[in-house]
Nanobody, 121 residues
Framework: QVQLVESGGGLLQAGGSLRLSCAASGSIFSINNMGWYRQAPGKERGLVARITSNGITNYADSVKGRFTISRDNAKNTVYLQMDSLKVEDTAVYYC???????????????WGQGTQVTVSS
């Protein structure tokens, strides 16, 4: 069993900063990519940022220069530092990890339960 648990969401004003964390636990052999996605009301879930196991990152254009993704491989944890937040960043943020449970397992995507981020004007 593998679990991803997010934390750090909340309500804040535009221009503020927030840091999300996501810890993976359970039967884990290795984790490839880890990432953050978000879903606003009435919209589809979309990629915010992704990081490979050796630290290569990519970002959605809407968050470049404002958000920073990082990971601690020893802790199986990924972070999302969000600065200069805008009202349009309001969404439920989901953590994703591409995880192998053993040496012969196929990398499988796992999702966290989501954490709400609300930015007011």
């Amino acid at each position: 069993q593998v679990q991803l648990v997010e934390s750090g969401g909340g309500l804040l004003q535009a221009g503020g900063s927030l840091r999300l964390s996501c810890a993976a636990s359970g039967s884990i052999f290795s984790i490839n990519n880890m990432g953050w996605y978000r879903q606003a009301p009435g919209k589809e879930r979309g990629l915010v940022a992704r990081i490979t196991s050796n630290g290569i990152t990519n970002y959605a254009d809407s968050v470049k220069g404002r958000f920073t993704i990082s990971r601690d491989n020893a802790k199986n944890t990924v972070y999302l530092q969000m600065d200069s937040l805008k009202v349009e960043d309001t969404a439920v943020y989901y953590c994703n990890g591409l995880i192998r449970r053993n040496r012969v397992d196929t990398p499988t995507p796992y999702w966290g339960q989501g954490t709400q981020v609300t930015v007011s004007s």
